[in-house]
């Protein structure tokens, strides 16, 4: 069991917007730890994709964006491509345990 | 850009012990904290050891306490996590990686292409 919530698929048809979250604690996320996150495409080592909250890595299109609330974060893909179609995990850090902590993952599908 | 390289992967029986590396090029390595993040076969990323960038500090997750070690050596630009009483649970494939800053609280800045732990008798 993850320490980060995250929907385990979601999918979208091509050009659409999908979101996906990561719900945390009061350990974690409700302490104001940012979140980052990451593309993983199979058999390879995940990539940064957005860190501190919303802020993109040189290289990583507009198209990814990444928001936070109290307790959650999201992650917002516009316009969305074939090429999308990977893993995606959030990160942040978390007091209660002393460490990094991640989410279980989603699978993102292109219809 | 910054390259980091695991080795010493590899099959070992349950019980065994087994000394991962990374190494890494392109970064001034003790500038940053840098960890440890596993993947068992077809789960989810789940971290697993960090150190600061001048090795004082280390902390493990619940899953490895007592029974990995982390530590580096920044004249070598070089980080090792020493396995021991290794169980089927660890088989994974093991990531270095670093941090954006020297903080444990950063996010993963880059990546190694990860090696393959492999536990059974």
């Known amino acids: 069991q993850s320490v980060l919530t995250q929907p385990p698929s979601v999918s979208g048809a091509p050009g659409q917007r999908v979101t996906i979250s990561c719900t945390g604690n009061?350990?974690?996320?409700?302490?104001?730890?940012?979140v980052h996150w990451y593309r993983q495409f199979p058999g390879t080592a995940p990539k940064l994709l957005i860190y501190g909250n919303n802020n993109r890595p040189s290289g990583v299109p507009d198209r990814f964006s990444g928001s936070k609330s109290v307790t959650s974060a999201s992650l917002a893909i516009t316009g969305l491509q074939a090429e999308d179609e990977a893993d995606y995990y959030c990160q942040s850090y978390d007091s209660s345990l002393s460490g990094s902590v991640f989410g279980g993952g989603t699978k993102l599908t292109v219809l | 850009e910054a390259q980091l390289l695991e080795s010493g992967g590899g099959l070992v029986q349950p019980g065994g012990s087994l000394r991962l590396s990374c190494a890494a090029s392109g970064i001034t390595f003790g500038y940053y904290a840098m960890s440890w993040v596993r993947q068992a076969p077809g789960k989810g990323l789940e971290w697993i050891s960090f150190?600061?960038?001048?090795?004082?500090?280390?902390y493990y997750a619940d899953s490895v306490k007592g029974r990995f070690t982390i530590s580096r050596d920044n004249s070598q630009n070089t980080m090792d996590l020493q396995m021991n009483r290794l169980r089927a649970e660890d088989t994974a494939v093991y990531y270095c990686?670093?941090?954006?800053?020297?903080?444990?609280?950063?996010?993963?800045?880059?990546w190694g292409q990860g090696i393959l732990v492999t536990v059974s008798s």
């Open positions: 150190i600061s960038g001048t090795g004082y500090s280390t």
């Open positions: 990686a670093r941090y954006y800053y020297d903080d444990i609280r950063t996010s993963f800045a880059s």
């Open positions: 009061s350990s974690n996320i409700g302490a104001s730890y940012d």
